[in-house]
């Protein structure tokens, strides 16, 4: 009786104890949360009072509520959800083919060592070039068109998941790689039931990076050829000294890859919790 007595004064011991960590858990989350609500507001606000009491240039700094207004205006008229669409469109296109493309990539190398060694100075070289000079090959090579835009969305977006994927791959501990190869495991089992598995966590954290990097490709695409999209705005508006345009386009874009982002981590949150 005694015995009993004990072990249920421990269990409600550790519940009492793992409900006060799940309860502070969620305080901190709440506070972290107001926190960043609270810079983010201070500084808009900051940020309008500038701008009203011409304490900035308000020709080029713009404020809040101006560019609200203007952007409003955008699209009540029905010219800004096009541009937004099509921008979007381009960078999931460039996301998920990245994404897909420098994976393929990166298996391809790691299933033939003598391709891998072949390939390695290009990937080097690739990797160290600045994008935006591959620019003008795109345009005369692909037309000024949207599939420069792509073009030049998976120049940037290929060769960093390759060498990501690639160098999780060669991380992989090798004893597990032993065991297959013991029971009679060939190249593809490895690969199908060590490497791929234990590079899962880094495959999906490659996608926040490609998240990013697509807009970056996306938006320097639109700068260079395209005549509609959140790129094509933010250099009219920098044409006609429209800074409120181009101010409330980079807004946009932060909105956007913001939801990209979270949906990711999203994504990710879910198969950790199922593996």
């Known amino acids: 009786m005694l015995t009993g007595n004990k072990s249920s004064m421990r269990t409600a011991l550790t519940e009492s104890i793992f409900g006060q960590y799940l309860a502070q858990r969620r305080r901190m989350k709440w506070l972290v949360w107001l926190s960043q609500l609270a810079i983010l507001a201070g500084g808009l606000i900051l940020w309008e009072m500038a701008g009203r009491n011409k304490w900035i240039d308000v020709l080029l700094f713009s404020y809040p509520s101006k560019i609200i207004e203007l952007l409003y205006s955008k699209l009540l008229d029905g010219s800004l959800l096009p541009h937004i669409g099509v ?142 999209g959140l790129g094509y705005l933010i250099i009219y508006g920098f044409q006609v000294f429209n800074f409120s345009l181009v101010i409330g386009s980079l807004f946009i874009i932060a909105i956007v890859a913001t939801l990209m982002y979270q949906a990711v981590a999203y994504l990710e949150g879910r198969l950790a919790r199922k593996n």
């Open 87 to 228: 921008t979007v469109l381009e960078t999931l296109v460039g996301f998920i083919l990245g994404t897909l493309v420098g994976t393929a990539i990166a298996i391809l190398i790691w299933w033939s060592p003598f391709l891998q060694k072949v390939l390695d100075p290009y990937i080097v070289v690739l990797n160290s070039m600045p994008k935006v000079a591959l620019g003008p090959l795109f345009i005369v090579g692909l037309g000024p068109n949207v599939l420069s835009i792509i073009a030049m969305t998976l120049a940037i977006t290929v060769i960093v998941t390759t060498l990501v994927i690639y160098s999780s791959f060669n991380e992989v501990d090798s004893n597990y790689v032993k065991v297959i190869r013991i029971f009679g495991g060939q190249r593809t089992q490895v690969f199908r039931k060590v490497i791929l598995p234990a590079s899962f966590p880094t495959i999906v954290s490659t996608l926040k990076v490609n998240v990013g990097l697509a807009w970056i490709g996306v938006i320097v695409g639109e700068f260079l050829v395209s005549k509609q």
